[in-house]
Every structure is written in C-alpha cells, then in structure tokens.
C-alpha cells in the first residue's frame, strides 16, 4: 500500500521534472531533458527498491523475533516445573538450577511474564511451622531468579504449608514429593 503511493509520488515528479524541461527556453535541449528525466526516473526506482528491501528485511526480521520467543516459550514448558527440598530445609539443591536458570532466562528475556512460586511442606511439623517453612522455600526460588536478573515484580510468593499434598501417603517418598515450590506461569 505504501510502496503504491509511493509509485504515483515518483511518477508525478518524474513528470514535473520532464515538463520544467521541456518548457525551459534556449539553454536546455531536448536531449538534456530526456537525460534529466531519465536519471530521476532511475533515482526514484532505485529509491522504491531500497524501501521495498527494507520493508521485506523489517518484516523477516519480525518473524524471527516471533519465532525466537515461540521457542523460548517452549523451552521454557520443557523445564522443571517443581523444586524439591530435603527435609526442614529451604536450600536450593544443585540438580535444580539449571532448569531455575531456564526460567530466569525466560523471564528477563519476557519482562510481561509473571510467576507464582507455590511452597509446600510435607504433613510433619506443625500448620504454622509448615506455612513458614513453604515462605522460605518459595523466597528461596524467588532469590535465586532474582540473582539471575529477574524483576522482582514479576515474582509472587505464596505459601500452602502441608494443605494441598500431591501425595497423601505418610511415608518418606509421599513426604519427599511434598516438599516443593511449584512454579506457575500466570500469563502463559
């Protein structure tokens, strides 16, 4: 559309430039007129050619941003989405940070993302130890992100202590997977 009108822009000069021309008494030959509105004929296509590049470069390069940040997002869906903890303890373990340092790469690079960083406490312990014991647990996540480069406005905390178990077993391996922070795209 833009490339269009710019056609009839360069038609309408292209023609201006031929009547001056032609209309120019003595000095200026016909010859010379022709020269004249030919070479701003070719300027004018050399310029329309270079914004139609342009044009196809912007919208090449618009799609790759697209696609870089389609794959980031899948990156992002292939990475742990679960933490765990050894018991009484809010440290992060090792075998966890790559896939904390893929969410921290994901959300620098998408400042509108948002995540929810669920703690959770296995069935021992008290239910205000427990909800505390979660806090830390999701405060830990969300300091490692934050070392990373992740804005702090995109973090929220939130603690469920003991109340919502993903296995109601009361042996270690029930207690083991119970002990998490859970990290939850909102704007996904």
């Known amino acids: 559309m833009q490339v ?31 020269t004249q509105a030919a070479a701003a ?17 912007q919208a090449a390069e ?26 009484d303890q809010s440290t992060i373990k090792a075998e966890f940070r790559t896939a904390l340092n893929g969410h921290a790469a994901y959300l620098s690079q998408n ?25 830390r647990r999701g405060n830990a996540v969300s300091r490692y992100l934050v070392v990373q480069g992740v804005s702090v406005d995109s ?5 469920f ?3 919502r178990p993903v296995n109601a077993g009361h042996d270690s391996a029930s207690w083991s997977e119970n002990r998490r922070v859970e990290i939850r795209y909102i704007n996904y």
């Open 111 to 135: 400042p509108s993302a948002r995540i929810v960083l669920e703690g959770h406490a296995d069935e021992r312990g008290t239910r205000e130890y427990n909800i505390a014991l979660g806090e």
């Open 62 to 87: 618009n799609k790759v941003a697209q696609a870089a940040a389609e794959a980031a997002q899948k990156a992002t869906q292939a990475l742990a989405h679960i933490i765990y903890f050894d018991f």
């Open 161 to 163: 202590g003991e109340e």
């Open 41 to 57: 004929l070719a300027e004018a296509q050399a310029l329309e050619e270079a914004q139609a590049t342009a044009a196809a470069q």
């Open 155 to 159: 973090i929220e905390v939130v603690s």
């Open 4 to 34: 269009g009108n710019l056609s009839k822009v360069i038609a309408s000069s292209v023609l201006v430039v031929f009547l001056a021309a032609c209309s120019s008494t003595g000095a200026t030959t016909d010859a010379t007129a022709s």
